[in-house]
């Protein structure tokens, strides 16, 4: 399994309460990406990084950032979270670059919010 | 339009009984690669499979097979003498050159899923 952990694995909060995702790799990979999944839409790409501080918008953007102040740590925050943005969040990393490189993906961050 | 269709919501089959998952995708560019990838109940994502747009030859690992044809831009997943463990959501993904995405950049390989499809074995 790629070393790839996300904290929490379930969270409940209220709507309006900022909220932070951690993803924490091992794997020394350069490429990280936040995903949410929503039942009929498949995976959604939020944000990605291309490296410590290099991060650009995904197709779902809106309402979220992300941090990446070291290799291993790709942080996504809910500034002010919404009841739309109740999903399951995925972390994925990969290690080249080139659009033949598998992502590897973590166990996922259930967040319901009231 | 979609980029990744997998038209089949929902299938059940019984065990035994061989399966094909249905991936149909849309690109203008000439190097791409597609994916497919498989989450079980427990909710993780792994990954299956890779194939690049010039290697057309049929993939098999066990009881899974896969078909790409170019001529229909299909991506097909078949699973034979399916068994229970088989049971989970699969994923087809596309990911293309950032030229073809009017993009550029390293950041720019990204993947693009279908909405999956949801097989169920059953006993």
Known sequence: ?114 | AQKVTQAQTEISVVEKEDVTLDCVYETRDTTYYLFWYKQPPSGELVFLIRRNSFDEQNEISGRYSWNFQKSTSSFNFTITASQVVDSAVYFCALSEAPSARGRSGAGSYQLTFGKGTKLSVIP
């Open chain 1, 1 to 114: 399994d790629a070393g790839i952990t996300q904290s929490p694995r379930h969270k409940v909060t209220e709507t309006g309460t900022p909220v932070t995702l951690r993803c924490h790799q091992t794997e020394n990979h350069r490429y990280m990406y936040w995903y949410r999944q929503d039942p009929g839409h498949g995976l959604r790409l939020i944000h990605y990084s291309y490296g410590v501080k290099d991060t650009d918008k995904g197709e779902v953007s809106d309402g979220y950032s992300v941090s990446r102040s070291k290799t291993e740590d790709f942080l996504l925050t809910l500034e002010s979270a919404t009841s739309s943005q109740t999903s399951v969040y995925f972390c994925a990393i990969s290690g080249n670059i080139g659009p033949n490189q598998p992502q590897h993906f973590g166990d996922g961050t259930r967040l319901s919010i009231l």
